[in-house]
Structures are given as structure tokens and as C-alpha cells.
């Protein structure tokens, strides 16, 4: 078996030889392009990964303020006060499209600022679906 196996091989023409090298050559480049189809992938994977991670970063941001705006609206701070004016007017333009919204009940001073916690509701959703896009973008899918 082994001596018509080395004989078979010994009487490949050139023909077959130049079929070998084209269909390793159409290989080969068919593995560079795949090879340089998967580094930009890569590449806007690490974007909208590192984009991902500013958007978390920022609305983080957001959430810790309004949750201040929250909490010093439940204990009833002082609005004359530097730090509540600085809180408020740095939430002031995410809070204003809530405000009014629906009434906050108020006990002897302490206040329940309802609009806030929907803003900080509204807000997540929209983090959560904007998150959901970049990770979309991200792992598309791709046919072979």
C-alpha cells in the first residue's frame, strides 16, 4: 500500500503541482483577509467600548447629582445654602423637562420630590437603550 502511495506521488505532473500552489495561494489570502476583517472588528469593538465607558461615566455622574437633589429635598435643605444652589443649578437643565411633572407631597418641610425619581427612571431607560446600541454596534453579526 505504502509503495503505490510513494508511486502515485512520484507521478504527479506539474499541472497538479500548479492546481496545489494556486488553491494554497487563494488560501492564504483568503486567511489574510479574514485576519484583517477581524483587527477592524476588533478595533470598532474597543470604540464603542471605550465610548460605552464615557457614556456609564457621565450618566454616573448624573444619577449621583439628582440623587443629591433628592436627598436634600427629602431632609428639607436650606435653599439659600451654597451647595444645594450649586446642586440645583447644575441639575437644573436634566430636572427641568421632569418638573411639574406630578405634585410632590410635602410634611413639615420634607418633601418628597416625585419628579426627581422619574427623572432618575426616564434617565436610566435612556442609558440602558443607549448602551444597548453601542453593544449592537459592537458584536454585529457577520456571515461566512
Given at each position: 500500500m505504502n509503495s503505490e502511495i510513494a508511486r502515485e506521488v512520484s507521478d504527479s505532473t506539474t499541472t497538479e503541482h500548479g492546481r496545489v500552489a494556486a488553491a494554497a495561494a487563494t488560501m492564504r489570502n483568503r486567511a489574510i483577509d479574514e485576519t484583517e476583517h477581524g483587527v477592524r472588528t476588533v478595533s470598532h469593538a474597543r470604540t464603542a467600548a471605550r465610548g460605552s465607558q464615557f457614556l456609564d461615566y457621565a450618566f454616573l455622574v448624573l444619577y449621583a447629582l439628582l440623587s443629591i437633589r433628592l436627598v436634600l429635598a427629602l431632609i428639607g435643605a436650606r435653599e439659600g445654602n451654597g451647595f444645594v444652589?450649586?446642586?440645583?443649578?447644575?441639575?437644573?437643565?436634566?430636572?427641568?423637562?421632569?418638573?411639574?411633572?406630578?405634585?410632590?407631597?410635602?410634611?413639615?418641610?420634607?418633601?418628597?420630590?416625585?419628579?426627581?425619581?422619574?427623572?432618575?427612571?426616564v434617565y436610566a431607560m435612556l442609558h440602558a437603550g443607549?448602551?444597548?446600541?453601542?453593544?449592537?454596534?459592537?458584536?454585529?453579526?457577520?456571515?461566512?
Open positions: 444652589r450649586f446642586i440645583t443649578s447644575v441639575t437644573g437643565p436634566f430636572y427641568a423637562p421632569f418638573r411639574g411633572i406630578v405634585d410632590s407631597p410635602s410634611i413639615d418641610g420634607f418633601t418628597l420630590a416625585i419628579p426627581i425619581v422619574i427623572a432618575l427612571a443607549i448602551n444597548g446600541v453601542l453593544r449592537m454596534v459592537a458584536t454585529r453579526k457577520t456571515t461566512i
